[in-house]
DNA sequence: AGTTTGACTGGAG
DNA sequence: CCTCCAGCCAAAC
């Protein structure tokens, strides 16, 4: 498995994000998985965290596996919460219900 | 060029 | 359910 390369890998992680539809949900390493690179959930992050704001793209879509939000981003969960999205008590998203299935 | 750093993940306790 | 942690891999030091 060769390495990817960062410009198109990030390009490919942000053609992703930009389709998650209002009051949807998709984890790091789902959208790892949908762009052909199954183990860099952890480099989806670092680009997802880095996307220029000009791209006006959904990131508060995206959170871990568990549904949980991004550390250090409280307004993660209102923009989700304004868009319909739940949370459980244990403040996770209910992945069951708000997983995106792009089919 | 070696080490540290994450918007991660799955599993163990 | 929660915390801790090894495995993860390129970017940033």
Redesign the pocket.
């Known amino acids: 498995m060769p ?2 390369d ?1 410009k198109i ?1 990030y390009q490919d992680v942000y053609s992703v994000v930009k389709e998650i539809p209002r009051g949807k949900v998709i ?4 959208i ?1 998985c949908l762009i052909g690179w199954s ?8 680009a ?4 220029p704001a000009t791209l006006q793209l959904p ?2 879509r ?5 549904g ?1 939000t ?4 409280e307004e ?1 969960r209102i923009l989700l919460e304004e868009e319909g999205v739940l949370f ?5 998203v209910d992945m069951k219900i708000f997983a995106w299935e792009w089919r």
């Open positions: 390495r990817p960062k890998f984890s790091y390493g789902e790892a183990n860099y959930s952890r480099m989806v992050g670092a997802v965290s880095k996307a990131c508060h995206v959170v871990n596996s568990s949980r991004a550390p250090d981003w993660q459980k008590a244990n403040d996770c």
